[in-house]
């Protein structure tokens, strides 16, 4: 554990874990849409809107996905001051905020279709909504915390505080009556055909892969950042002394 | 005690605090978080007449009925049990609208007893299935749907 947590060893790793990522991300990605959309039959009741489920069902996982690992590397922040985990759990915020706003946008794009609206206030569709909102205020708490160079602790808090909204997430269409259909895959068992669930899942492991390259790009941008920084604040200081000593 | 030892004790103390009063917070906001009336509730407590209200629930099979000026229809919405609800609506009704298939209905109850609608949201279902088990046989088509389907609630 503490072996990840040295800088230098997680940038040798990331500098070739990166591309892995991306590569082999695109490349299910890729397999899974061209199948998703052009391949499996479409459904007996929604017919080809149903294609969307391939993006849409990805992105929802992830958007909260995102956050789980936000509110982990939070708590590593907090209890063993891991820089790293601080830096990790700012790399996942805007990728997560991102694949959550795609969750809504193809979530809106399907709702019409299939319920005949854009958009209702649902207990799924409104704690999504709040997601995406937690995950604004994480990126400014997190930005205003670098900027000022005050500890990454409040946003670290915020991050684990957040994370109430998950289990929400998850079960709003089990406590509420919601238009947004119960859950499909529940422990072992899924009312989805197996035609669309193997898709899904290339679909799902193509997308987290993506969403791993981002986060690793993002920190070492970070790390490169707090780097240059450094130097700079030297080169500053070198240059304020060097008249003395000269 | 090391002092990360006192910081997780603290922080897990502080999460079970958490999770707790966000479930509370949740579980007190059961009844007026959800999106619509069943049936049975709309019976057992009915809203004010007139009062804005949803209605979701199945369309009975054998309901669906068209009114004579061609636009009105009109269906029965069940829930669990024998709770039912008349409604009427006039207006375009989305594509997955269909008897045996589940719907939320925007209006309000009258002083009948019925729901005057203003809007129709169709209700997906949790089942995915792709048209090709249309073609299968009875026997194909059912088994399927069995590995696929889980228990109604």
Redesign the interface.
């Known amino acids: 554990m503490h072996g990840f947590a040295n800088p230098t060893r997680f940038l040798t790793l990331a500098r070739w874990l990166t591309p892995l990522c991306f590569g082999l991300g695109l490349l299910l990605v890729a397999g899974a849409l061209a199948s998703g959309l052009f391949v499996?039959?479409?459904?007996?009741?929604?017919?080809e809107t149903?294609r969307i489920?391939f993006l849409h069902v990805p992105f929802a996982w992830l958007g909260m996905g995102g956050w789980s690992a936000l509110a982990v590397s939070s708590?590593a922040f907090?209890?063993?001051?891991h820089p790293l985990a601080a830096l990790a759990a700012r790399g996942i915020a805007v990728p997560g905020a991102v694949f959550t706003a795609l969750s809504l946008i193809t979530g809106s794009i399907w709702g019409r279709?299939?319920?005949?609206?854009w958009w209702?206030?649902?207990?799924r569709l409104t704690s999504m909504l709040v997601l995406f909102f937690l995950y604004c205020a994480y990126i400014a708490l997190a930005q205003a915390a670098a900027r000022e160079g005050v500890s990454a602790r409040i946003p670290a808090i915020f991050g684990?505080?957040g994370a109430?909204n998950i289990?929400?997430i998850n079960?709003s269409v089990v406590?509420?009556?919601?238009?947004h259909?119960?859950?499909?895959i529940?422990m072992g068992?899924?009312?989805?055909?197996?035609?669309?669930l193997v898709p899904l899942f290339v679909s799902t492991a193509g997308f987290s892969l993506l969403f791993g390259g981002i986060v690793l790009a993002r920190m070492r941008a970070l790390i490169a950042e707090t780097q240059a920084e450094a130097r700079l604040r030297r080169k500053a200081q070198d240059f304020d002394t060097e008249p003395e000593t000269a | 005690m090391k002092a990360k030892h006192q910081r997780l004790t603290l922080i897990v103390i502080a999460l079970v605090a958490l999770v707790a009063a966000g479930l509370l917070a949740a579980w007190a906001l059961r009844n007026q978080a959800s999106y619509f009336y069943l049936p049975e509730q709309m019976r057992a407590a009915p809203p004010a007449v007139g009062q804005a209200v949803r209605l979701g629930g199945m369309v009975a099979p054998g309901s669906l009925k068209t009114m004579a000026d061609g636009v009105t229809i009109a269906f029965t919405v069940t829930g669990k049990g024998d709770a039912a609800v008349p409604v009427r609506y006039s207006g375009i009704v989305p594509d997955l609208f269909k008897e045996g298939s589940g719907v939320v209905a925007e209006g309000s109850l009258q002083a009948d007893g019925s729901f005057r609608a203003d809007n129709l949201l169709a209700k997906h279902d949790e089942n995915y299935v792709p048209r090709e088990l249309e073609g299968m046989t009875q026997a194909q088509a059912a088994e399927v749907a069995e590995k696929t389907t889980v228990g109604l609630r």
């Not at chain 1, 279709?113 to 609206?117: R, V």
């Not at chain 1, 209702?120 to 207990?123: E, K, L, N, T």
């Not at chain 1, 406590?175 to 238009?179: D, H, I």
């Not at chain 1, 068992?189 to 669309?196: C, K, M, P, T």
């Open positions: 499996v039959s479409p459904d007996q009741l929604m017919g149903v489920l708590l907090l209890v063993w001051r279709p299939t319920w005949g609206t209702v206030w649902d207990g684990l505080l109430i289990p929400i079960r406590w509420w009556n919601s238009l259909q119960p859950p499909s529940t068992q899924s009312a989805i055909a197996a035609e669309f």
